[in-house]
C-alpha cells in the first residue's frame, strides 16, 4: 500500500529534474528581481505622482487627479511612482 501512495506522491511532486528549463529561468529572473529588489529597500519616488492599481496607465499627477476612474483607487491608498515609470508616461518628465 506505501508503494502505490509513494507513487502518487511522485506523480503529484515531481522531483527537481522534471521542472523545465522554461519555469527554472523563470524562478531565476524572479528571484533575481527580488534580490534586486531588496538592495534597492529605498525606491526613489517622485511626490508629485502616484500609481494606482491598474495595469496600464497607473501614474497620476497629484495636481491633475486624485482618483482613477477605472480601478477606483484613491491618492492616499496608493504609492507614489517612481522617476524611471513617469518618464515612460510622461514625455519629457524631469526629475
Ligand atoms: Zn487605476
Not at 511522485?10 to 531565476?28: C, G, T
Not at 529605498?42 to 495636481?63: G, L, M
Request: glycine share 2%; proline share 4%.
Amino acid at each position: 500500500m506505501f508503494w502505490l501512495l509513494n507513487k502518487i506522491y511522485q506523480i503529484f511532486n515531481p522531483p527537481q529534474e522534471v521542472i523545465d528549463d522554461k519555469l527554472k529561468r523563470k524562478i531565476e529572473q524572479q528571484r533575481a528581481k527580488n534580490r534586486e529588489e531588496a538592495l534597492n529597500m529605498v525606491v526613489e519616488t517622485d511626490p508629485n505622482y502616484w500609481d494606482c492599481e491598474c495595469d496600464e496607465n497607473y501614474i497620476h499627477k497629484k495636481s491633475v487627479t486624485l482618483f482613477c476612474s477605472v480601478c477606483k483607487m484613491t491618492e492616499d491608498e496608493c504609492s507614489d511612482s517612481r522617476p524611471n515609470e513617469i518618464k515612460l508616461y510622461y514625455k519629457g518628465y524631469k526629475k
